[in-house]
C-alpha cells in the first residue's frame, strides 16, 4: 500500500474566502490527472511561488510533499507541484466545474456573490498579471503613465464570462477578449485596473495572497 497523506478531504464543500480562493487559483493553475494504472485521480496545482504552494497546502490541511522541477530553461524560475491523490477532493472540484485536460473548454463556475471576489483573486494570482508603461522625466524620477491588470486564459468563454461578472461587480465595460500567440487574454485599463484592484483586494487577509503582484499593482 502507498503512503497515506492527510488532506482535508471536505475543503471544497463549504464555500469561504480560502476556499474560494483555492478554486480560483485551481482554475488557472490547476487540473484534475486520472491515472487508470494506478486507480488513482489527482489534484495537481502548480506555481513558481513556492510561498502559494505553502499556503494552499496549509488551507487544505495537506501533509501531501511538493515536487521542484528544474526549468530546462535558463531564464525561468524553477516551478513547484503540489500533486494531492484524494477521490472526495477530485469529485468535489468536478461538482465546481474542473475537469481533466480543462484548459480549452473551461467555463465560470457558480460562485456565490460574497466570494466572487477571493474567486477572482484566486485566478488573477495564478493567470493574471499586471503591465506597467513607465516613463522617464527631465529631473530623472519615474512615473508610471499605464497601468493595466490582464487575464489568461485557453478558454475564450471563460474569460468572457469572467469579464461579465467583473462588470456587474465593479460597474465597468465588458471587454473584448484578445486572441494571442498562445491563448486569450482580458485587458483592463488604467481606471478599470485600479476599481478592480479595490475590489479584489477587500477583505483580503494579510498572507491571502500573492505579495508580489499585490505589490506591483500598489505602486
Partial sequence: MGIKYAVNEKFFDVW???????????FADGCLQELPEFRQKYISV????TETIERLK??????????HKKSSHPNRKIGYTLRIG?????????KRGVYPRKSLIIRFPDVPDRMLRYFILG????DGCIALEKIKRKSGKIRTRKLGAIFTSGSPLFLKDLSEQISAAIG?????????????????STTDSEKLFHFM??????????????DIFKE
Fill in 58 to 67: 496549509n488551507w487544505m490541511s495537506s501533509s501531501h510533499i511538493d515536487v
Fill in 123 to 126: 485566478y488573477f494570482d495564478g
Fill in 172 to 188: 465597468v465595460k465588458n471587454q473584448k477578449i484578445i486572441k494571442t500567440w498562445t491563448a486569450y487574454q482580458l485587458r483592463y
Fill in 201 to 214: 483586494y477587500k477583505g483580503a487577509g494579510e498572507n491571502e495572497f500573492l505579495k508580489r503582484k499585490h
Fill in 46 to 49: 502548480t506555481s513558481t511561488d
Fill in 86 to 94: 484524494n477521490l472526495s477532493l477530485y469529485k468535489s472540484l468536478t
Fill in 16 to 26: 469561504s474566502p480560502r476556499m474560494a480562493y483555492t478554486l480560483g487559483y485551481i
